[in-house]
Every structure is written in C-alpha cells, then in structure tokens.
C-alpha cells in the first residue's frame, strides 16, 4: 500500500509537470523514495491535540493560564525583584533570550531553551533534570544563580496581591496566606505550567509540504521549494538527523553527545545527563513525589526507569526543531551562532571528541558541499514561524 | 481431464507425503512436550513464539507494537529449556548494534509464576534496527534468545 501510495504520489508530481497549464513542476524537485516519503510522513502531522498533564491537577484550566501568564511576567517571582520568566525566555525572541549562556542573577552554564510545545516534553532542561513542566518551573526560581527567590518569599508577595490571591483560591481551594510555603511554590509553579502549555509553535511551511505529500496533492507539494525539498531529503537520508530529530516535534525527547565541548568554564565540566538524571532522583519534587498530583503515578514510568549510564557525561537534550530559525544561538552553550554554523558543526564533527566505545556510533562528518549544507539550512528554516504570542 | 480435485482425492504421491509430513510434527511436538515440565506454556492468543536449539519462550509486548520514544513493557513466558525446572530469572535488554547504544532505561522483570515473567519499563527511543535479548537463567546457566526488531520512524 506505501509502494503504491508513494508510486502515486510521484505520478501526481509527474502529472502535474505535464500538465498544459502553467504550474509546471520545478525542474529539480526532489523525488521521494519510499522510505524517504514514510520518514517525511513520521514527523507530522501538526499540531498535536491537547492532553493535560495528569500530574497537574491544573492543567488545561483556563483559569490557571490565565494566574500561569501573569506569572511569568512578574518579577515578583525573583530574589532581588528585578527578573522574572520572561527575562530569559522572551516571548519577544521566541521565548528564548538570544543570548549564548542566559544572564540571571549570574551569568548560567546553558543556552535558555525556547520555551514551545511543551507539553509533548518526556524530560525538560538541558540535561533533563526535572519530569514534569511544573517541576521545572520551580527550578529557576529557587536556583541562586537565576530568580534566586525563597518559597517565603514568593509567598508573602502573591499573598498580599488580592487578584492572585483569589485566583489561587479559587484554583487551589486554600489561602495562598495559609499555605506551606512549599506547597505554594509548587502549585504556583503548576499554574506557570498550565500557561506554558499553551505555547505551540504554529503550522509552517514544512507542515504544509508534508500534509500535501501524504495526500498526494502534487500541485501544493511543488510551492516548497526546491531547496528545502533537497535539504529535508538529507535530514531524513544522509544525514540520519531524524534518527535523533524524530517525530512531529522533530527530537526523540532523550539527550546525545553530539561532540559540543561540556566545559562550562576552565577546569569545570557541565556533567549533562549524568548530572541531570541524579538532580531528578534527589529531588523532592519529581514525579514520584508527593507533588504529583495523579494517585495513579500514570506518567512516571520513565522516571522509575531511567538508567544513569557512564556514557550520559557531556550528552544534552536532543532540541526540538520547530521554530529552530528563531532560536538562536544553538546547542547546550550557545556556542554556535547561526544555523549554518550547526550544519557546519555536523558536517565536520569530530569523532576523536566523542566518547570512544561509549558514544553512539550514529554521528560521522557528513563532509556536505556547499550546495547540501544550504539546502539543509533552507529545510531548517521551513520549520519555523512566527508564534501567535509573540506578534 | 482437468480442473480442481477434492482434497481428499490427492494422489497417492502427495497423500504420502502429507502423512509423512504429520509424522514428522507429531514427533516434534512429541519431543517438544516430552523435553517440557510441568511449567510449559500453554501460549494464550496473541503471542509470538521465539526458540533456539536450548530454548522456547512466547512473549507478546504491552501495548502490542513497539513505537519510537514510548514505554512498553512484555510478557515472557518460558517453554522449554535445558535444566528441570523453569527459569528463575529474566533479564531483558535491548541494543541498536548499528549506532552502538543499548536503552536509556532499565526495564524491571516480575515473576508471575512458574516460568512467568511481566516487563515493564522497555524504551527504544530511535527508529531502526533492534536487538532484544531475553537472558533466561536456570542457577547460574544463562540462555539467550534475541529477536530484531525493525522500528519504523
């Protein structure tokens, strides 16, 4: 059925180029193969329906998002009174902060990740140090190099504001005055969830070629263009990008060692996943805790599961690709500029960097041409667009 | 004259060999179930069957169909193996031989009888080509099977 769907969808593209009308076919539009066209296919369609988070009594709650969005703006949220969310993750810069490594109360190890399609997330952060998006909310708040903020501090603030003191009421059914600091914070942090997850990168024009492939429909297939057609064929052959950037938001959720250098600074290494899989297990607020808000702990599989393994030392997040145009600079660090720098970055890696036996043996210099590395660049850039709340 | 013969008018040549070929199962089942204790599977619908020269088990995976990035987990139930007794232990794992990486996540074994096993806690988080293996273990003797799976994208 795929061989014929595929046999059809290149007759479509071939009928359409012999065609009397004008819409001729571009003279080096890519053809797929079969696997080619089932690989395109696994990464939509999009955007993905809506499920809450069940560990998040919260979640999909109008009212939450609307507490989550005013939160997020509030520098009431930091230390000093001077930051909030939205400092580092900029709704403006695709709520990313454009920086290489983000400036909280101190400059920070990482790249802040654009915050988007969240709720698709097994794991969140760099090194995947927390397992909900509530339980990620808490982190920068409490961390001193970023909001740098107390539970009692947050507390005492929200308090005494009537509005958010009755719409946490309203949502929690306690006075925030009366609650465990703790507790607050958590459930604070669970209302910035809920507003998080409402971010979703809109349809792009891949999306549109990649709807129009499973169709068939040759005439709407030939207006992506050349490049990007030629690019994504390497993204999903050659290149074995899609082996790690799978699936409709283009990442498989888990963390690689891609050969970026994990020295945060001289003589201190950034410990990655490795780090990052023991800060979830000590922490009180992973999804085996009593936070959790799902009796049934139905979405804690991969936290009871998760293996630290030697070979997690300098792997990091696979990053979702959507909207990558808007999100620069790239990689855990922000040490790569621009886009062409990442394909670059691919092209050439260096084998000797990665972990001898112990790294994945998936990544080898491409050595693309000129010609490849731009239409890979020109396939990237069809993945983006702007988000509704940042125009 | 031509046409569809009854089934059971075939010549005499293929009659031969049909009864030459049910002799030849029944002594495989006879061995089969002669080497097979009391803890053999009685293999419900639904389970796929995976045997080497020491060993048999059926498994089926929960949900049925493995995808890329979502936890499954199995259930294995042994049918034949070398020592008396059924296996006491199972241990599951899984690599991608082509990129040289195992799973993320360790999967956890329950027994559930005699020479039953529940797995939970099973991840493949690449498309590709995957080897599982089921290690069986009577005392110290260990018996693998392994099965590849082919993961779409």
Redesign the interface.
Known sequence: MRRLAAVVSLLAVAGAALAPAARATPPDAVILGEAERAAVLAHGPWPPAFTPDPSNRVSGNPDAVALGRALFFDTRLSGDGRRSCATCHDPARAFADGRDRSLGRDRVDRNAIALANLRLNRWFGWAGAADSLWGQSLRPILDERELAATPQQVQGRLAADGDVAAAYRRLFGAGLAEEEPLLALVNLAKALAAYQETIVTPRTPFDDFRDALERGDAAAMARYPAAAQRGLRLFVGRGRCSACHHGPNFTNGEFDDVGVPYFAAPGRVDTGRHGGIAALRASPFNLLGRYNDDPARSTAGPTRHVEVQHRNWGEFRVPSLRNVAATAPYMHDGSLATLEDVVRHYSEVDIERLHGDDGARILRPLHLSPREAADLVAFLRTLSAPLPTAR | MSGSRPAAAAPPRRRRRRTVGAVCAALAAGATLSASPAWACEVPEGFMRLASPEAEIAYRWVPAGPK??R?FGAEVIACRAPEPGPPSRLVLDAQMP????G??????VAETGPGRFRV??L?L????QWIVTFDLYQGDRRIRLSQTIEL??
């Open positions: 890329v990035g936890l082509a990129h040289g990486h799973m993320n996540y360790r999967p956890t939970e806690g991840m988080h690449m498309a590709g779409a994208p």
